[in-house]
């Protein structure tokens, strides 16, 4: 059973930094595209970062030049580096991944089968 874990959230000032982990157990570390998506309240969730066992990576605009993902093979984890911190980003941040993504859906959460239980990031002004 694929289980992931995040970790690393919390409460921070606008401007400020976290970093969030995800540790994937129970399944092919090497063949997963893994990517974070986040949920604020009374919104849609929306994608966030995803990279590949290729270490290719692609974000959303809004966190371009803020937030860095990447993964750690030998520990079997993904990180997401935020930085720049504002309080619009203030979300449940959620990991997951997936063996079987394409370029043309590796952006669409209904795409990946194994979710963690997400983590809160909040932001204040």
């Known amino acids: 059973q694929v289980q992931l874990v995040e970790s690393g959230g919390g409460l921070v000032q606008a401007g400020g930094s976290l970093r969030l982990a995800c540790e994937v157990s129970?399944?092919?570390?090497?063949?997963?595209?893994t990517a974070w998506f986040r949920q604020a309240p009374g919104k849609e969730r929306e994608f966030v970062a995803v990279?590949?066992?290729?270490?290719?990576?692609a974000y959303a605009d809004f966190v371009k030049g803020r937030f860095t993902i990447s993964r750690d093979s030998a520990r079997n984890t993904v990180y997401l580096q935020m930085s720049s911190l504002k309080p619009e980003d203030t979300a449940v941040y959620s990991c997951?991944?997936?063996?079987?993504?394409?370029?043309?859906?590796?952006?669409?959460?209904?795409?990946?089968?194994?979710w963690g239980q997400g983590t809160q990031v909040t932001v204040s002004a």
């Open positions: 997951v991944a997936d063996a079987n993504i394409i370029f043309s859906n590796r952006q669409m959460a209904a795409a990946y089968k194994h």
């Open positions: 129970g399944g092919a570390f090497m063949r997963y595209t």
């Open positions: 990279t590949n066992r290729y270490r290719q990576s």
